[in-house]
């Protein structure tokens, strides 16, 4: 089981950016997906969050910039990054919760994509 998250590169401040991640392997089904940020020198932190049902979560710093979305179907979650500032730059995780039978059996557990850098210029 693996996410593989893309879509992240150099943007001037104000330019807008997709990160895609979609979950592979022997997934049953998946709960929460969402993505998480770690800025140089800080700690990971949640940017958004998106559960089975559709419900939203996000950092106040990115509300009405960020739209995090999912497809049920494909096992994707995408992160629509808008009127990005300087301070939005990080490397960027998506994470989910997912039921797999990676282990043979049923299990539950949190899995992280391999981070993408997005980087934003003043």
């Known amino acids: 089981v693996q996410l593989q998250a893309s879509g992240g590169g150099l943007v001037q401040a104000g330019g807008s950016l997709r990160l895609s991640c979609v979950a592979s392997?022997?997934?049953?089904?998946?709960?929460?997906m969402g993505w998480y940020r770690e800025p140089p020198g800080q700690e990971r932190e949640l940017v958004a969050a998106v559960t089975s049902g559709g419900s939203t979560n996000y950092a106040d710093s990115v509300k009405g910039r960020f739209i995090i979305s999912r497809d049920n179907a494909k096992n994707t979650v995408a992160l629509q990054m808008n009127s990005l500032k300087p301070g939005d730059t990080a490397v960027y995780y998506c994470?989910?919760?997912?039921?797999?039978?990676?282990?043979?059996?049923?299990?539950?557990?949190?899995?992280w994509g391999q981070g993408t850098q997005v980087t934003v210029s003043s």
């Open positions: 994470n989910a919760g997912m039921s797999t039978t990676e282990r043979g059996k049923p299990s539950y557990g949190h899995y």
């Open positions: 392997g022997s997934i049953l089904s998946t709960d929460h």
